[in-house]
Nanobody
Framework: QVQLVESGGGSVQAGGSLRLSCAFSAYPYNKYCWGWFRQIPGKDREGVAAIDSYGQPTYAESVKGRFTISKDNDKNTLYLQMDSLKPDDTAAYHC?????????????????????WGPGTQVTVSS
């Protein structure tokens, strides 16, 4: 099990940047799949980015080249650097994690299905 708490959301104009943080508590000797997904009311959740236990990132096509996922183990924090923000990026952003077993299944495609979610932080991008 892992506990997650997001921070860093806010309002920004199109073209601006935000850096989201996700403080986590996890067993240090276990392997985890980490990621970010976003949720818009009335729409399906959308995986944004994932990073596996070896540090390999994957991104949704809609954010590729604009967002960067990273993890600082010393600070027990997962980050999402968001640049060149667009109004379509407006959503509640959640970090997520789950134990990683077996092969390299940890990609952005599975982020929305990870078993542990944070409560979310709102990002609003105005034009």
């Amino acid at each position: 099990q892992v506990q997650l708490v997001e921070s860093g959301g806010g309002s920004v104009q199109a073209g601006g940047s935000l850096r989201l943080s996700c403080a986590f508590s996890a067993y240090p000797y276990n392997k985890y799949c980490w990621g970010w997904f976003r949720q818009i009311p009335g729409k399906d959740r959308e995986g944004v980015a994932a990073i596996d236990s070896y540090g390999q990132p994957t991104y949704a096509e809609s954010v590729k080249g604009r967002f960067t996922i990273s993890k600082d183990n010393d600070k027990n924090t997962l980050y999402l650097q968001m640049d060149s923000l667009k109004p379509d990026d407006t959503a509640a952003y959640h970090c997520a994690a789950d134990r990683e077993y077996g092969g390299s299944w940890c990609t952005v495609a599975v982020v929305g299905d990870l078993g542990n979610w944070g409560p979310g932080t709102q990002v609003t991008v105005s034009s």
